[in-house]
């Protein structure tokens, strides 16, 4: 099948790559013209695992890249819409760009086609992409308007797309749901992953996935509240680490009770500084805009939102404890993009506590494996940008941990207990057990678990032998 898709961002580029895989001829289709010659260059502008070997795989043979997208269009059989979506000052989401490429396919459109919503939207938008269309000239027998929510997390969203959870396929008409089910057709009946040259998937992966067919007021919906309930476990979560530390009791243990029960479940119960991305507080205040709209009162996503931010000004003042004032010191951060294995900067948690932490008179000298071009565009000359962890360790009065990269679970710990001025890590993502990095010299603060320090752990172990030997 012909297939445009219209957006050349994170969500764009990778169905483009993904749909290419599939065996589709695929147009991207972008109006920055700086962008497609990059494109065209075999330049990949973000950090996405298995992104590069598509592009090589399929660039100038399955992919192509447009700035017209007229021409698209009319070869086109579905043109999925990936563009942006922000936020605007009330929280609502801005669907200009949406109804500007509406309005133009509306114009370019001589045979039938399937419009795609692939960006992340309001439920209602497919009622108002119609409704644009018809209102610039397309005949209402030439389209439907379907509903396709992507569910990829940045990091893993090739794989997440080749071997998706399910596939929610939102349309009104049989004869756009024919079109969709071809859309996915090598997944839906298994033949993709019987190819040679298949892309590994994860170890837990169920396929082939369940197509789940709804109305496209539903896919909206899925969407939105599914990302809504994601945001809420990571939320209270990090509540209940709050109230872990102040009891006495360890986190993860708490949370491994917790994710057994088959209805709980352990994805997204990893307590840390908070959520970010573009996904999660963009989506959450759409979803709250939208509720209002419908005359909801839903305070439990307020209340989801709140305890997001409360959580980074909880983990400052877990910086404070560590090192009672802050103006003057020098820090080393390892992280800054919103989570590990993505270069996406965007509402990043890390970026925010370093913004915090400047305020606040710090010197801060920062790695990040993929975002370090990224965090320069916002933080500048603000910051040191370190060439590897150990270098924006070296001489810190303390090291704190912002992103979950695996590197930074597995570094050196004598090596690193060297290079910090004080053996002091603040860790925002409990990548380390406290016994170890105690039993290494260090005093190490985490999310939901008590701080540990060598005079204190020495002191426990003689009072533990002490009983011992009394006994």
């Keep these: 099948m012909r297939i445009s898709v219209v957006g050349s961002g994170y969500v764009g580029l990778v169905a483009g790559a993904c749909f290419a895989e599939l065996g589709h001829e695929v147009i991207v289709v972008d109006n920055d013209s700086r962008k497609l010659k990059a494109l065209e260059r075999g330049e990949i502008p973000i950090h996405e695992r298995f992104l590069p070997e598509l592009m090589a795989r399929h660039h100038r043979r399955r992919v192509k890249f447009s700035g017209d997208l007229t021409d698209a269009v009319r070869a086109s059989s579905a043109i999925f819409i990936a563009v942006g979506t922000p936020p605007t000052e009330q929280g609502e989401v801005d669907l200009s760009y949406v109804e500007s490429v509406a309005r133009e396919i509306a114009s370019a459109i001589t045979s039938y086609k399937v419009v795609v919503e692939k960006s992340t939207v309001p439920v209602y938008t497919s009622n108002w992409i119609r409704t644009v269309m018809l209102r610039n000239g397309a005949s209402r027998d030439l389209f439907d308007v379907a509903s396709n929510p992507e569910f990829l997390r940045e990091g893993t969203a090739v794989t997440d797309f080749l071997y998706p959870d399910r596939i929610v396929l939102g349309a009104d008409s049989p004869r756009c749901v024919s079109l969709l089910r071809e859309v996915y057709q090598q997944l839906e009946n298994g033949t993709y992953y019987r190819e040679q040259f298949a892309i590994p998937g994860p170890d837990n992966a169920s396929t082939p996935p369940p197509v789940i067919v709804t109305t496209t007021q ?227 603060y985490s999310i939901g678990r008590q701080a540990v320090a060598p005079e204190s752990y020495a002191a426990g172990v003689a009072a533990r032998g002490s009983r011992q030997t009394s006994i």
Aim: hydrophobic share 45%; charged share 20%; glycine share 8%.
């Design 218 to 444: 539903s896919a909206e919906l899925i969407k939105h509240a599914s990302n809504a309930f994601l945001a809420m476990k990571i939320s209270f979560v990090n509540a209940v680490a709050s109230i872990s530390e102040a009891v006495g009791a360890d986190v993860q243990q708490v949370c491994q009770g917790m994710g057994s029960d088959s209805r709980i479940g352990s994805r997204f119960l990893n307590p840390s500084i908070g959520y970010g991305g573009s996904c999660f507080p963009k989506d959450l205040m759409a979803f709250r805009a939208v509720a209002r709209e419908c005359a909801y009162d839903f305070r439990l996503l307020d209340e989801v939102i709140r305890i997001n931010e409360d959580q980074r000004k909880r983990f400052l003042q877990k910086v404070r404890s560590a090192l009672w004032t802050l103006k003057g010191k020098r820090l080393g951060v390892l992280g800054l993009a919103f989570k590990g294995g993505t270069d996406d900067i965007r509402e990043s948690p890390a970026v925010l506590t370093v913004q915090a932490l400047l305020k606040e008179g710090c010197t801060i000298s920062a790695y990040d494996p993929a975002a370090m071009n990224r965090a320069r565009e916002v933080l500048g000359s603000s910051i040191e940008f370190a060439p590897d962890a150990y270098q924006a360790a070296k001489q810190a009065d303390a090291l704190l941990i912002l992103t979950e990269w695996q590197e930074f679970a597995t570094l050196a710990l004598p090596r690193l207990h060297s290079l910090l001025k004080y053996p002091i890590v603040v860790d925002g993502r409990n990548l380390y057990d406290p016994l170890i990095m105690v039993e290494h010299g260090f005093t190490y």
